[in-house]
């Protein structure tokens, strides 16, 4: 029962998850179809433990290259997925090479196994599961596949781990650089929830990739807890998945200002003159969503301009840049409107939200606007 309760928990979540992620996908929300091909593949893995464990070797014999082509494609369909969330441009022929290893061992196990004789099938899975001896060559072929799977595996998570982190913390920089608010994006959620997703899903995953089944097979306590705790990070990645809106952004490098000449810095700093200029006349930041690419439209140049004028020259990103402007405001509105509301005061320093407003106030002026309110009156 333990065994059974384990292995439903996971699978359920997953085929659940990806049948809703699937469902409400659309051209906007391209990210719940990527974050569903990660469930779907899940639920795969998940059913193939289910068929082993419980010995429906049968069944299993068929469904073995779907089961070990899904432990490779595991961290790839992960990693795109990030990427869905902030940029919409997937190409299928540069991300091919992500699934290459993926599509090998798959054909290759259904290769085998269609050729291989049902006892030495079986020999295998009794290697696979109970660590038993291998005596024929069919079933070394199958055990040396598998194993090289574990392997590549061990690799991915390595590798992958890296490239999911790095993309998660440059397209957190971006954001900030991009746009003024930021709450409608659920983003403060999302970066913490996949970086520990993927760190709490390697560790564990790492473990039992190294060591093999046959320990998980054996130990039904083992099994329960690790279930238990993928079942809570599936349901965790997909609530956020589901709430979270894609942002396409540009993550290309942007020129540092130690390889810019002469009149590149010349343009920078009358940039600089026109974009403080620009938010003294013009409040700009009164506009909720505001981003970067209106400001550098009204400035007649581009984003990357903008933002390296902010962050080299005044020392702030964007988001942090304008928010300032509103915090200014926020304080002028508190003491000379007594009578108005902190949602009021929140509206009219164009702040997207009241929850917003009251945490970068406080980031910034170390109370909350109520009692900064009480300290100036």
Known sequence: MIKLIALLSPLSINLYGAIFL???ATKQFKNRFFLGLFLANSFILFLGHFLSFYEYWKIFQYFDFLFLGAILAFYPLYYLYIYSAFNFNIIPIKWIYHFTPSIIIAALMLIVTSLVSWENYIEYMNNNLYASELTSSSS???????RGTRFFHLVQIIGYNFLTIRFILRAHQEMNNSF???????LRYFYVVNISFILFMSIPGFYVTLIGRTPLNTNDY?????????????LIIAIIGIRQIPVAIDLKTMVPKNEAGKEQL?????????LYLYFSNEKPWLVPNLNIWEVAKHLGTNRSYISNVINEKVGCNFNQFVNNYRIKEAKLLLKQTPNKTITEISELAGFGSVNSFI???KKVEKCTPSEYRKKIL
């Open 22 to 24: 699937f469902a409400t």
């Open 140 to 146: 070394k072929i199958l055990a040396y596949l598998y």
């Open 180 to 186: 003024s608010n930021l709450d409608k994006y659920q």
């Open 222 to 234: 083992l099994l329960l807890s690790s279930c238990i705790l993928f079942s809570l990070l599936y």
């Open 266 to 274: 010349y343009e920078f700093n009358e940039l600089e003159k026109e």
């Open 359 to 361: 945490r970068i106030f």
